[in-house]
């Protein structure tokens, strides 16, 4: 099978953790335990991964850098969060197959510059804070902060993704046996000039389980997999009455009362790949691939589900 693997960023910088590159390492290492599972069966990997807590950070630091004029955008921040997990990545996955082509590609992509998202940011980016740190980011940096459960973070504009702008790049590699590491972060953001072609970036962070999708489609994908640092989707999620759903199909997903800046985006990601391509997709957790693919732990996502 051709399997698109979307590996949350909080995955690999749990909350409350120091965001030290020797903790993602750490949790890089879980990961591709899980993931060479998926390769050493003879499937073709694709793997992306999210960015949130790094990006975060990053802007951070860009907005309190006394040696720049201004900070840094975050097309240029997702940029480099790409080319600091994606070579984490590749390090583990080479070592783990010494035999296989590994590459990690800077990548693009494109939104609507007329995105509504941009007027309306939920994407959670950066490190939890508390409410007294929220209103002093608000006055000295002009963010928006939101409440994340229990704490607030930053959000920020997060259009739909329209095209992954190396898709055909990255089909080319995955025919050629190469395991390919893509779309860091939902990929740099950019739009594309209508008479001149020509591409720039935008102040934005793409929801990579929506650019995740995306790509499976484009890449003729038959399996899309999410991982993430829960086993299942749950229903009635914050209730008493919440249970995990082992399966679901697209409908009954879309049907969940999820938060909009966590679960509800991996849902929808799921649901739009099976409604567009008719193949499967699975949430699950991050230690366990192989089972979230086979069903074993997990939620899948089907066209139809047969009830007992």
């Not at 965001?19 to 890089?28: L, N, R, T, Y």
């Not at 995306?214 to 009635?236: K, N, P, R, S």
């Amino acid at each position: 099978m051709r399997i698109v693997v979307a590996v949350g960023g909080n995955a690999l910088l749990e909350r409350g953790e120091h965001p030290d590159a020797a903790v993602q390492e750490h949790h890089i290492q879980q990961a591709v335990v899980s993931l060479a599972d998926l390769a050493a069966q003879g499937h073709e990997v694709i793997i992306t991964h999210g960015n949130g807590p790094q990006i975060g950070l990053l802007a951070t630091e860009s907005a309190t850098d006394p040696a720049l004029t201004a900070p840094y955008p975050l097309d240029v921040l997702g940029a480099q969060t790409q080319g600091m997990i994606g070579s984490l990545l590749a390090r583990a996955l080479r070592n783990t197959f010494p035999d296989r082509e590994v590459a990690a590609l800077v990548t693009h992509t494109e939104v609507d510059p007329h995105d509504p998202a941009f007027s309306h940011p939920t994407k959670f980016i950066g490190q939890p804070c508390t409410e007294q740190e929220a209103r002093r980011l608000r006055a000295e940096r002009g963010w928006t902060l939101d409440r994340d459960g229990d704490t607030w973070r930053r959000t920020v504009a997060s259009p739909l993704p329209q095209a992954v702008t190396e898709a055909p790049v990255i089909r080319q590699l995955v025919a050629a046996g190469t395991l390919v590491i893509c779309a860091g972060g939902g990929g740099i953001p950019v739009v594309r000039d209508r008479l001149s072609g020509d591409l720039r970036g935008v102040e934005a962070v793409i929801d990579k389980d929506r650019t995740a999708a995306l790509l499976a489609e484009q890449l003729d994908a038959d399996a899309l997999l999410i991982l993430t640092d829960v086993t299942h989707v749950f229903a009635h999620y914050g209730t008493s009455h919440a249970h995990p759903l082992p399966a679901a199909t697209p409908g009954q997903l879309r049907a969940l009362r999820l938060p909009e800046g966590s679960m509800l985006p991996k849902t929808e990601a799921a649901a739009d790949f099976v409604e567009r391509t008719g193949g499967i997709a699975a949430i699950g957790p991050l230690d366990n691939a192989l089972g979230t693919l086979l069903g074993t732990t997990g939620t899948m996502v089907r066209v139809s589900v047969s009830t007992p």
